[in-house]
């Protein structure tokens, strides 16, 4: 979930003129960017061994 801060920050850095399709893109994309630094504190990440093996399973 974002937080107002990171996206008044994140807001700032545009230019002074922007596109609607610009802003919801960049605030996805901070969204995921949260919520991987979440998982990743929460230990809900997947090993580089486990995800070579499901790739190999998924490519087959």
């Known amino acids: 979930m ?4 990171s996206v008044i920050k994140t807001v700032q ?3 002074d003129k922007f ?5 919801v893109d960049k605030m996805i994309l ?6 991987g630094i979440q998982q ?4 809900e990440v997947v090993s580089e061994e486990e995800f070579d093996k499901k ?3 998924w490519l087959k």
């Open 13 to 15: 850095t545009f230019p």
């Open 19 to 23: 596109s609607v399709d610009e802003l």
């Open 30 to 35: 901070l969204d995921k960017i949260e919520k």
């Open 2 to 5: 974002l937080n107002k801060d």
């Open 55 to 57: 790739l190999d399973e």
């Open 40 to 43: 990743a504190e929460n230990n």
